[in-house]
């Protein structure tokens, strides 16, 4: 199978679906000549014209809203936030109106946007564009929540998202965007279900539950901590927070009898807390040898210091010596 870089992977499931529905629209800062912050959308605007991939005032209130209503009315809007951390700014429109809409109305409408974002440090980009906001929509009833790890996830999660009648936040990790994995040829048209986890690595020893950026560093433990001393570490990728796949989750700490939870975020209220619960709430509680254990980012801005950027989130030292731990 070929490989591709992530960012080329989203690029084609927009482009591909474009391509099949006239009712897709890209919309957002710099979208449409410039190509995108991060190179996601160039030569779209040059395919599909300024009415489809539509630069925006610097409004994410607006921009969001726009889509909102255009979800409402028959359209499938694509929204790109420049940074996740801009999400504060479409909050009232993401939250208070995209969100509520079906549920208000009793079903009798929809709001089938993607609001795409990328998100998380390792950039030098600082305290204002680094952050990992996943747990802030997680509380939101109404919106679904997707973090793809790989080309292959990011490309088929992404054409799930576009088609579901609910709002979708889609978070895309910066560090990601340049990575490469294997994906089918645009012919074999896929995609990946939402709501389903995915076993990534499988084990006998001890559960890791992550996500994100956070996939590749926690498998290159595995690996490492494999080769080294034969321990044999299990790791389940979430790939979509909401709805959560919770049976693959509780099935994987029954068999390891351990389970760690490594994320980005800030440890403090983060969505590996929520994990945690899954696990504790469920029968998988009475197989554990120990607590379940969360290792998550610590409790402070993102600094621009690059040194010190590096140990705000968990480092692979700081996921090995948690496994020992917890062994």
């Known amino acids: 199978m070929r490989e591709i870089t992530y960012a080329d992977a989203l690029r084609e499931a927009m482009c591909e679906e474009m391509r099949k529905d006239g009712r897709i629209v890209l919309m957002g800062e710099d979208v449409g000549i410039y190509g995108g912050a991060f190179g996601v959308s160039r030569g779209m605007f040059e395919e599909f014209g300024p009415e489809r991939v539509r630069d925006t005032p610097i409004s994410e209130l607006g921009i969001t809203g726009c889509a909102v209503g255009a979800a409402m009315t028959g359209l499938l809007p694509i929204v790109e936030i420049m940074f996740s951390d801009f999400i504060t700014l479409a909050m009232e429109q993401l939250i208070n109106q995209g969100a509520k809409n079906r549920f208000q109305f009793g079903g009798q409408g929809s709001v089938p946007m993607v609001l795409r974002a990328p998100g998380g440090s390792g950039t030098g980009a600082a305290e204002q564009h680094s952050q990992s906001p996943e747990a802030w929509v997680c509380n939101i009833p109404g919106l679904k929540v997707v973090i793809p790890s790989t080309p292959y996830d990011a490309k088929g999660l992404l054409k799930s998202s576009i088609y579901d009648p609910n709002p979708v936040v889609f978070l895309e990790q910066k560090l990601l965007y340049r990575t490469k994995g294997p994906v089918p ?36 433990v595995a690996e490492d901590m494999a080769a080294a001393g034969g321990i044999d570490t299990e790791v389940v990728d979430v790939r979509t927070l909401v709805p959560l796949d919770k049976d693959t989750l509780i099935a994987s700490v029954k068999k390891t009898g351990k389970c760690l939870v490594v994320y980005e975020a800030p440890q403090t209220g983060g969505y590996g807390g929520e994990i945690a619960a899954v696990i504790a709430d469920s029968d998988a509680f009475f197989y554990l040898d120990a607590p379940v254990r969360r290792l998550g980012g610590l409790d402070v801005p993102i600094p621009y210091n690059p040194h010190l950027e590096a140990q705000v989130v968990p480092t692979e ?11």
């Open 185 to 220: 040829e645009p012919g074999e048209d896929y995609s990946v279900p939402l709501g389903k986890a995915e076993l990534k690595r499988p084990g006998r020893d001890l559960t890791v539950i992550t996500y994100g950026r956070m996939v590749p560093r926690c498998l290159k």
């Open 317 to 327: 030292e700081k996921i090995t010596a948690a496994i020992n731990s917890l062994l």
